[in-house]
Every structure is written in C-alpha cells, then in structure tokens.
Nanobody
Framework: VQLQAFGGGLVQAGGSLRVSCAAS????????MGWYRQAPGEQRELIAT???????TYKDSVKGRFTISRDNAKNTGYLQMNSLNPEDTAVYYC??????????????WGQGTQVTVSS
C-alpha cells in the first residue's frame, strides 16, 4: 500500500494551490480519505475528509476556502486550496482510513508535501 502526496510549493498570500494524493496497492474507493497538516512546532491536525461516496467534512479554519475531492477511477484524491494565507503554511499529509462514529481513523499515510504561503 502506498499513498504519494504531491503538488505542494510556494504561493503568495491570496493564491491557490492544489495538492494531490495517488494511491496504489489498495482498493482506494473503499477508504475514507483525509488530509492533515502540520505546521512547525504544532501538532498534526485533520483538516478535511471525504467518504467513498463523496461526503465531506472540514475543519472550521479551512471551510469555504479548501475543497476536498476524489476520483476513485484514478485512485487519486485532491485538496484544492484557495485564498491561502501564511497561517496555512505547513506540511500536508494525505491518509486513507475509516470512520467510526464522527471520528476519522487513518490506516495509511502518505509522505508529506510542503506548502509555503508568503505574505
């Protein structure tokens, strides 16, 4: 099983960026997908999830600016990030897991991709 995140980079405040996560060695469509991020000196935080059927959840701080999506035929998930600000600077990680109640539990992790937003 492998998850590979890519698409990070440097962007100016107010700009947009899309990160992607390619899955292999798994039946991607069976998993809930989650995006996390970890800023320097901070704990890793869950910012968005998308179920196999497309149901989404978002952390309040990204709601309305970020959009999570998936293409099960391509075994790929996406996180479109708009109106970026310097507080969004972090390493972004994708994960595949499952929901239990209202909580998401990651089973697999991808490597992180750095997103840096300059002011």
């Amino acid at each position: 099983v492998q998850l590979q995140a890519f698409g990070g980079g440097l962007v100016q405040a107010g700009g947009s960026l899309r990160v992607s996560c390619a899955a292999s060695g798994m039946t991607f469509s069976r998993y809930v997908m989650g995006w996390y991020r970890q800023a320097p000196g901070e704990q890793r935080e869950l910012i968005a999830t998308i179920g196999s059927g497309g149901t989404t959840t978002y952390k309040d701080s990204v709601k309305g600016r970020f959009t999570i999506s998936r293409d099960n035929a391509k075994n790929t998930g996406y996180l479109q990030m708009n109106s970026l600000n310097p507080e969004d600077t972090a390493v972004y990680y994708c994960s595949a897991g499952h929901n239990k109640g209202v909580y998401f539990y990651p089973d697999y992790w991808g490597q992180g991709t750095q997103v840096t937003v300059s002011s």
